[in-house]
């Protein structure tokens, strides 16, 4: 067994958060212990997300801090993993000639045996590989002590190739995991105390297109109800263009399946909507939003939107902000348009200059405030059940739940209750949370 402490430091999604904490199983599993703070790591691993705007100058801006540690401690092993890794590899070492390991997405699995190969002389070791099976997809992680929810990736990759997505060149073609390998992996989840599990994937919605066994994603979620210990099910992402009529019904036939879901819009324009490839137009989209609410008329929807897409107009612009309007996120995750190199749509005429994709974004997030306050007041004097996920950030004295709804509820109450879904009276609204009392 190996001996020493690792420290890993990671950007992005909920699917990069998952991708840490298999990362952390397996240096555990090899006698590594985590630590907190870098500065007594034996072993550094930035996990890094290039979807974003700048993603790039945020982990260069971050190597940099850690090589006054490699410059202090020679032995200091640092590596890169994720999308950015899988993207810019050569590039790594090219910037931080200090740099031990670039590991792609297809290979964590490897990461212990790379980091062995290091200890004996080995340096600036890279592996990018695209696998036709990423075997890392079923690396199984015992879940922190005093944790009720866990993330379980269903699926990785994408077929979809949006104009302005980096997403299928840095995790590869999708690959959807065994229905049975999931099930036994909540079914450990359960029995280690897990109550809530979110499964991932960059369309889940698509879930089961490239197994030989005739499973769909409806058909998953109505198994995973059935397990003993698991309260709550979560998922992210859907693409509005695979959501179907069945997966609708699961938020009112399935008792576990929260009452949230997470799905992006992009554009309320058909013209950008269609530059974009996103397979669907406004009003199909709308008629989804309307099957969702028929199904489940209390479902919080959340969306992602960008700002500033090549050939957007104010006109388009404004398209985006009636559709606003018309569907009332609960919240929205909004950003201006970045190239990504190697994309489609890096190379598009039309780029909108940089104050006016800010003014825009600044009137969209003003509005998408409004009416996530407005969305939060609505509930004000409900009751709703609440599964507490621990210590409150703002106040030690409260304790923190979360609605089926995906709402951040603080109140009064001791840590007896970590673990337990308990009553709550909403009290009061605030932006992006609520103040509860408990029953």
Same mark, same amino acid.
């Given at each position: 067994?190996?001996?020493?402490?690792?420290?890993?430091? !990671?950007?992005?999604?909920?699917?990069?958060?998952?991708?840490?904490?298999?990362?952390?199983?397996?240096?555990?599993?090899?006698?590594?212990?985590?630590?907190?703070?870098?500065?007594?790591?034996?072993?550094?691993? @930035?996990?890094?997300? &290039?979807?974003?705007?700048?993603?790039?100058?945020?982990?260069?801006?971050?190597?940099?801090?850690?090589?006054?540690?490699?410059?202090?401690?020679?032995?200091?092993?640092?590596?890169?993993?994720?999308?950015?890794?899988?993207?810019?590899?050569?590039?790594?070492?090219? $910037?931080?000639?200090?740099?031990?390991?670039? @590991?792609?997405?297809?290979?964590?699995?490897?990461?212990?045996?790379?980091?062995?190969?290091? $200890?004996?002389?080995?340096?600036? *070791?890279?592996? +990018?590989?695209?696998?036709?099976?990423?075997?890392?997809?079923?690396?199984?992680?015992?879940?922190?002590?005093?944790?009720?929810?866990?993330?379980?990736?269903?699926?990785?990759?994408?077929?979809?190739?949006?104009?302005?997505?980096?997403?299928?060149?840095?995790?590869?073609?999708?690959?959807?995991?065994?229905?049975?390998?999931?099930?036994?992996?909540?079914?450990?989840?359960?029995?280690?105390?897990?109550?809530?599990?979110?499964?991932?994937?960059?369309?889940?919605?698509?879930?089961?297109? !490239?197994?030989?066994?005739?499973?769909?994603?409806?058909?998953?979620?109505?198994?995973?109800?059935?397990?003993?210990?698991?309260?709550? @099910?979560?998922?992210?992402? &859907?693409?509005?263009?695979?959501?179907?009529?069945?997966?609708?019904?699961?938020?009112?036939?399935?008792?576990?399946?929260?009452?949230?879901?997470?799905?992006?819009?992009?554009?309320?324009?058909?013209?950008?909507?269609?530059?974009? $490839?996103?397979?669907?137009?406004?009003?199909?989209?709308?008629?989804?939003?309307?099957?969702?609410?028929?199904?489940?008329?209390? @479902?919080?929807?959340?969306?992602?939107?960008?700002?500033?897409?090549?050939?957007?107009?104010?006109?388009?612009?404004?398209?985006?902000?009636?559709?606003?309007?018309?569907?009332?996120?609960?919240?929205?995750?909004?950003?201006?348009?970045?190239?990504?190199?190697? +994309?489609?749509?890096?190379?598009?005429?039309? $780029?909108?200059?940089? !104050?006016?994709?800010?003014?825009?974004?600044?009137?969209?997030?003003? *509005?998408?405030?409004?009416?996530?306050?407005?969305?939060?007041?609505?509930?004000?004097?409900?009751?709703?059940?609440?599964?507490?996920?621990?210590?409150?950030?703002?106040?030690? +004295?409260?304790?923190?739940?979360?609605?089926?709804?995906?709402?951040?509820?603080?109140?009064?109450?001791?840590?007896?209750?970590?673990?337990?879904?308990?009553?709550?009276?909403?009290?009061?609204?605030?932006?992006? &949370?609520?103040?509860?009392?408990?029953?």
């Amino acid at each position: 067994m190996s001996t020493g402490k690792f420290h890993i430091h !990671t950007f992005g999604c909920q699917m990069n958060a998952h991708d840490s904490e298999q990362m952390a199983q397996l240096l555990g599993e090899a006698g590594y212990v985590k630590t907190g703070d870098p500065e007594g790591a034996d072993i550094i691993i @930035i996990n890094t997300c &290039s979807v974003r705007e700048k993603a790039d100058q945020k982990v260069y801006s971050q190597l940099g801090r850690f090589k006054k540690l490699k410059q202090e401690n020679p032995d200091l092993i640092i590596g890169v993993a994720g999308c950015l890794a899988q993207e810019q590899a050569a590039g790594f070492f090219r $910037k931080a000639t200090y740099l031990d390991l670039v @590991i792609g997405t297809h290979n964590l699995h490897r990461l212990v045996k790379m980091i062995e190969e290091i $200890k004996s002389g080995k340096s600036q *070791i890279a592996d +990018t590989t695209f696998r036709r099976s990423v075997r890392s997809l079923g690396i199984r992680t015992l879940p922190s002590p005093g944790s009720v929810s866990a993330f379980v990736t269903i699926m990785q990759g994408c077929n979809n190739f949006c104009s302005y997505c980096i997403v299928p060149y840095v995790r590869g073609r999708e690959e959807s995991r065994q229905s049975a390998d999931i099930m036994d992996e909540i079914r450990f989840l359960a029995e280690n105390g897990i109550m809530e599990v979110t499964l991932l994937g960059q369309n889940v919605n698509s879930y089961g297109a !490239t197994l030989s066994e005739d499973v769909d994603f409806p058909e998953l979620l109505g198994m995973i109800n059935k397990i003993d210990g698991i309260d709550r @099910i979560r998922f992210t992402t &859907s693409h509005p263009k695979d959501l179907s009529g069945d997966l609708a019904a699961c938020f009112a036939d399935l008792d576990k399946v929260c009452e949230h879901i997470h799905l992006p819009v992009q554009s309320g324009s058909d013209y950008v909507l269609k530059k974009m $490839k996103r397979g669907y137009t406004v009003g199909g989209y709308l008629e989804k939003v309307g099957m969702l609410r028929d199904a489940c008329p209390g @479902i919080s929807i959340t969306s992602d939107i960008i700002v500033g897409f090549p050939g957007e107009k104010e006109d388009d612009f404004q398209k985006t902000i009636d559709l606003m309007e018309e569907v009332r996120f609960d919240n929205t995750f909004s950003f201006r348009y970045c190239d990504r190199h190697g +994309t489609a749509s890096e190379g598009y005429d039309g $780029k909108v200059e940089e !104050t006016v994709k800010q003014e825009r974004l600044s009137r969209l997030q003003a *509005i998408q405030e409004r009416h996530s306050l407005e969305k939060n007041r609505y509930l004000e004097g409900s009751v709703k059940d609440v599964l507490v996920e621990g210590i409150s950030k703002n106040d030690d +004295t409260d304790i923190k739940g979360r609605t089926s709804g995906n709402k951040i509820v603080n109140f009064a109450g001791g840590a007896d209750l970590i673990g337990k879904t308990v009553r709550v009276k909403i009290v009061r609204a605030h932006m992006h &949370s609520l103040r509860g009392e408990l029953l």
